[in-house]
T-cell receptor, first 115, second 113 residues
Framework: AQSVTQPDIHITVSEGASLELRCNYS??????LFWYVQSPGQGLQLLLK??????LVQGIKGFEAEFKRSQSSFNLRKPSVHWSDAAEYFC?????????????FGTGTRLQVTL | NAGVTQTPKFQVLKTGQSMTLQCAQD?????MYWYRQDPGMGLRLIYY???????DKGEVPNGYNVSRLNKREFSLRLESAAPSQTSVYFC????????????FGQGTRLTVV
């Protein structure tokens, strides 16, 4: 069964500092990978996705993520964090079967940004 | 430009009461999903519907039932609510899971007392 691990429950960074949120997955083959962001009281918004090709993917709001097959990782990065980036971030994985199937989420990382 | 709409946004139930959470999407998506979100546990899949006329259990289906009423609507029913079902419920939809990702509603905060 597929699973996702986000080892950091809570991260605090200063505004303007760089950010890396970790995500490791367990799956028999290369799955489809996603990062979502959730602001307080809101639904989830897709930041970026990977399903094939270039292992460095660009998303919205200046985020990027790198897929590393050898490490089963899909870490999210941002070079300079803004106060508005404070939110909860979820990594998710789905089998690459090309059909609708279960999207499995990690437990999330809450990002706090200090001014 | 509504996307995925959930009703109600908030609900308080007494133990043993029943209710139905409604979800509708206007993006002509084939697949729809119900998740629950609990602190420290991420989002867990309750049920999903790959296409109109089909439904399948997810990770935590016990105590819930679903109905895919038509292509637009996917409802979640709690027949006899329990305090353990206190949670935030999210509906999501997608056209084809592989390349698009899922679009989420704003959530329903349910409290069972």
């Amino acid at each position: 069964a597929q699973s996702v691990t986000q080892p950091d429950i809570h991260i605090t960074v200063s505004e303007g500092a760089s950010l890396e949120l970790r995500c490791n997955y367990s799956y028999g083959a290369t799955p489809y990978l996603f990062w979502y962001v959730q602001s307080p009281g809101q639904g989830l918004q897709l930041l970026l996705k990977y399903f094939s090709g270039d292992t460095l993917v660009q998303g919205i709001k200046g985020f990027e993520a790198e897929f590393k097959r050898s490490q089963s990782s899909f870490n999210l990065r941002k070079p300079s964090v803004h106060w508005s980036d404070a939110a909860e971030y979820f990594c998710a994985v789905a089998p690459n079967t090309g059909t609708a199937s279960k999207l499995t989420f990690g437990t999330g990382t809450r990002l706090q940004v200090t001014l | 430009n509504a996307g995925v709409t959930q009703t109600p946004k908030f609900q308080v139930l007494k133990t043993g009461q029943s209710m139905t959470l409604q979800c509708a999407q206007d993006m002509n998506h084939n697949s729809m999903y119900w998740y629950r979100q609990d602190p420290g546990m991420g989002l867990r899949l309750i049920y999903y519907s790959a296409s109109e006329g089909t439904t399948d259990k997810g990770e935590v289906p016990n105590g819930y039932n679903v109905s895919r009423l038509n292509k637009r609507e996917f409802s979640l029913r709690l027949e006899s609510a329990a305090p353990s079902q206190t949670s935030v419920y999210f509906c999501a939809s997608t056209m084809r899971f592989s390349g698009v990702g899922a679009f989420f509603g704003q959530g329903t905060r349910l409290t069972v007392v």
